[in-house]
């Protein structure tokens, strides 16, 4: 557990740095270029902050899966939302889809094949998991009637609203850097709407195959509720505050109203109890 702790805290201080490199020195030169030691600084963060955040997010999302729903399930999930995101995303660079006409810049790490960086499956993955654990805290808390769709189908939808506020700061032309560019434009704030059907089938694929190869979902009472929440809403708060500074306005209320205050769901004991759970501690 302390090993999850100390990669989720990483995690957020890497988001952190990214933040204060996007919003304050790459803005405001004149506050740290007079420093040898600041300008080494915002050297390494220019070098590496673009991948950190994901390799610590990884890391502390393969952590927890290892703890708490073994590691069968983890590797499973992390095979098939590396391997059929970075699929997908090939695919997506070559040709325009599912996603549209869009290159990768150099601010996320070495490319693989020259178009995807390699720390694109591995935030595929992280957020994929986080996604598909908060669906099975809120649902099979509530009910175990329920087959595998609908939980897939949250976990898709959690994905797909992180992914609404974080592309179009990401590329958005008065952001410092780019972290990827569009050669076509379309009608959600100047990004195509396939953009956010390819990510959604995307995710739905992957969490599909991995559900399928689990035979089951986790007991929802094994998971700590606190991790996917925080790592769900660490990654949000970064995507609210990149989309913010640009003025995106909209984006921002959606990731609240349909994002954030449905995964606090996972924080709330469900309703109602079993009989035995109920029953549990008198009948001893």
């Known amino acids: 557990m302390k ?8 995690h957020l201080i890497a988001l952190a740095f ?28 220019m070098t590496y902050a673009g991948s950190l955040h994901i390799l610590f997010g990884a890391a502390a999302v393969f952590a927890f899966g290892l703890r708490y729903i073994g590691a069968r399930r983890t590797l499973i999930f992390f095979v098939a939302a590396t391997t059929l995101s970075l699929g997908s995303e090939l695919i997506g660079t070559g040709t325009g889809w599912p996603f549209g006409n869009y290159a990768y810049t150099n601010f996320l790490g070495y490319k693989i094949m020259g178009r ?5 499956p591995l935030s595929w993955f992280y957020m994929g998991l986080t996604s598909y654990l908060l669906a099975v805290v809120i649902l099979r808390r509530r009910t175990t009637k329920l087959g595998m769709w609908p939980v897939v189908a949250l976990g898709v939808w959690f994905l797909t609203v992180w992914d609404l506020v974080l592309d179009p700061a990401m590329a958005h032309e008065s952001m410092p850097v780019q972290f990827w560019t569009w050669q076509e434009s379309g009608p959600y704030f100047g990004m195509p709407v396939k953009n956010f059907a390819g990510w959604s ?71 109602t109890a079993t009989r035995e759970q109920a029953l549990g501690g008198s009948v001893r």
Not at 238 to 244: G, T
């Open 201 to 271: 089938l995307t995710g739905l694929v992957f969490m599909a195959v991995s559900r399928y190869l689990w035979r089951s979902d986790p007991a929802p009472e094994q998971l700590s509720a606190w991790f996917p929440v925080g790592m769900y809403a660490a990654n949000m708060f970064f995507a609210l505050a990149l989309s913010l500074s640009v003025g995106l306005w909209i984006p921002a209320v959606m990731a609240v109203a349909l994002g954030l205050a449905l995964a606090l769901l996972a924080l709330r004991a469900p309703r």
């Open 3 to 10: 090993s999850v702790r100390g990669l989720f805290v990483g």
């Open 18 to 45: 990214g933040l204060g490199g996007l919003l304050v020195a790459l803005p405001h030169p004149e506050l740290w270029s007079g420093s040898r030691g600041a300008t080494r600084v915002f050297d390494f963060g």
């Open 116 to 120: 995807v960086p390699f720390t694109i």
